[in-house]
């Protein structure tokens, strides 16, 4: 949480009854997650829905075979991604 959210991220999780910072608990959890509950999630809640990547780097470096395996690949200028 940065300092331009603190108070933002405080009233939100106070207008859910929540008094503590629950980044503690989130931490302490996922440290003991097995697979099979990872699976579970994943399978409950991400699995069969799109998604879309942003790959930013060196386009050299690059394997655009191993991209083309995720689905169309757009190649976007920095005005497209950061608007300047």
Do not use: H
């Not at 097995?34 to 699976?39: A, I, N, S, V, W």
């Amino acid at each position: 949480i940065t300092n331009r959210s603190m108070f933002s991220s405080w009233y939100s999780l106070n207008q859910q009854g929540i008094d503590f910072d629950i980044r503690k608990n989130t931490y302490e959890r996922a440290a003991g997650i097995t697979l099979p509950e990872m699976e579970s999630f994943f399978n409950g809640f991400l699995k069969g829905r799109n998604y879309s990547y942003l790959i930013v780097g060196n386009k050299k470096m690059l394997d655009f075979k191993v991209l083309d395996k995720l689905g169309d690949v757009e190649e976007l200028t920095l005005t497209d991604i950061f608007g300047y």
